[in-house]
């Protein structure tokens, strides 16, 4: 068949396939704790850290039951949560939204807005902005990296 094109990767030879430099696996990602009274995680998977070029930023965001974020806004990127597990409580402009698993909210740039999980069950769910923010930055200088620096097998990022 000789070369093949693949999503992410430059055209390789079938026989010798390259790892792709875009592959992530979360599971292998730092994970960050908020800290108190904010109490949630984060798994940061594309930024300007992870990507040089990337016009995003997107983690993995865990809420236990009673999460939330404090209100704030972005004036540059508008910010998009996909529901992965459970259901999101998205408040913008004072006005609540519930996002259900397989749902996501669009929130406009400059528009005041924070999230929370008011059930009794974890909620996962990915929060995208585009463009990147500086806020990814600082979940990596003020949350704990609860990832215990323990050497990992494999690189999060192939």
């Known amino acids: 068949m000789g070369n093949v094109k693949f999503y992410g990767d430059a055209t390789v030879n079938e026989s010798q396939p390259k790892k792709s430099m875009w592959v ?7 994970e960050f704790e908020a800290p108190e009274p904010y109490q949630r995680f984060m798994k940061i998977l594309v930024d300007h850290e992870v990507f040089e070029d990337a ?19 972005h004036e540059e990127a508008v910010e998009i949560y996909y529901v992965l597990e459970g259901r999101l409580v998205a408040t913008v402009q004072q006005k609540p939204h519930y996002v259900e698993k397989g749902q996501l909210i669009y929130i406009p740039h400059g528009k005041e ?3 929370q999980n008011r059930e009794d069950r974890v909620c996962r769910f990915m929060a995208i902005h585009v463009p990147g923010v500086d806020d ?5 200088q003020e949350w704990t990296n609860i990832s215990h620096g323990a ?8």
């Not at 992530?24 to 730092?30: K, R, T």
């Not at 016009?55 to 806004?73: E, F, N, R, W």
């Not at 990814?136 to 990596?140: F, G, H, I, L």
Request: with cysteine; proline share 17%; net charge negative.
């Open 55 to 73: 016009p995003l930023c997107m983690a993995l965001v865990t809420y236990p039951p009673g999460a939330k974020c404090p209100p704030h806004s």
């Open 24 to 30: 992530v696996n979360p599971e292998m990602a730092d």
């Open 113 to 115: 807005h924070y999230a």
């Open 151 to 158: 050497k990992k097998e494999e690189e999060p990022y192939a």
């Open 136 to 140: 990814v930055a600082e979940v990596r």
